[in-house]
């Protein structure tokens, strides 16, 4: 199993609609939880992070963490072409007392015009 | 968010030769960095750990002497491709992690795209 899951997509959402991206991780002491999205051809940028269960808005975003389930996500409302990009769902976990943040292998979303 | 800067952008060297990237944290001090490396169309792979003052720490298949890393400041980590071949070509992206008491994150600077003739 690996240590952070997503469905790589891609995921098609008409413009306008609600994208939900899903996310679930192995590790059930991870504190930290973050979204990235990445561009074509450019780096990550972080986008939205959650420490605690429940949902935390931030404008159109909005992520969600159930620890009990260890399942995380991020949806995405009023979706614009412009949000197509690749998802990277992120969580920070233990190893050998070394703190390190394990990244997904990334969600393909297209907003369809 | 906090701001990691990268240089240069892009790099076109020949083969054998060795090309050093600089990742800089402009706003905070970070004293972990990481490095990651990806090939088009294919996931970010964490290549090392680079930790201020001590030793990197190298992924399983990563060689050290072949990508070597320098965390000497606060502010700065340095990758250095060694004898870079065609293979190494890809997408260097350096992140830095901020602490904020018991929280933390990371922050991707832009990425180097390396091409190696």
């Known amino acids: 199993q690996k240590e952070v899951e997503q469905n790589s997509g891609p995921l098609s959402v008409p413009e306008g609609a609600i994208a939900s991206l899903n996310c679930t991780y192995s590790?059930?002491?991870?504190?930290?939880f973050f979204w990235y999205r990445q561009y074509s051809g450019k780096s990550p940028e972080l986008i939205m992070s959650?420490?605690?269960?429940g949902d935390k808005e931030d404008g159109r975003f909005t992520a969600q963490l159930n620890k009990a389930s260890q399942y995380v996500s991020l949806l995405i409302r009023d979706s614009q072409p412009s949000d197509s990009a690749t998802y990277l769902c992120?969580?920070?976990?233990?190893?050998?007392?070394?703190?390190?943040?394990?990244f997904g292998s990334g969600t393909r979303l297209s907003i369809r015009p | 968010g906090a701001v990691v800067s990268q240089h240069p952008s892009w790099v076109i060297c020949k083969s054998g030769t060795s090309v050093k990237i600089e990742c800089r944290s402009l706003d905070f001090q970070a004293t972990t960095m990481f490095w990651y490396r990806q090939f088009p169309k294919q996931s970010l792979m964490l290549m090392a750990t680079?930790?201020?003052?001590?030793?990197?720490?190298?992924e399983q298949g990563v060689e050290k002497d072949k990508f070597l890393i320098n965390h000497a400041s606060l502010t700065l980590s340095t990758l250095t491709v060694t004898s870079a071949h065609p293979e190494d070509s890809s997408f260097y992206i350096c992140?830095?992690?901020?602490?904020?008491?018991?929280?933390?994150?990371?922050?991707f600077g832009p990425g180097t795209r390396l091409l190696v003739l």
């Open positions: 590790d059930r002491v991870s504190q930290s």
């Open positions: 680079s930790n201020e003052g001590s030793k990197a720490t190298y």
């Open positions: 959650i420490y605690s269960n």
């Open positions: 992120a969580v920070n976990t233990r190893r050998s007392s070394a703190s390190k943040i394990i």
């Open positions: 992140s830095a992690r901020l602490l904020a008491g018991r929280q933390e994150t990371q922050y």
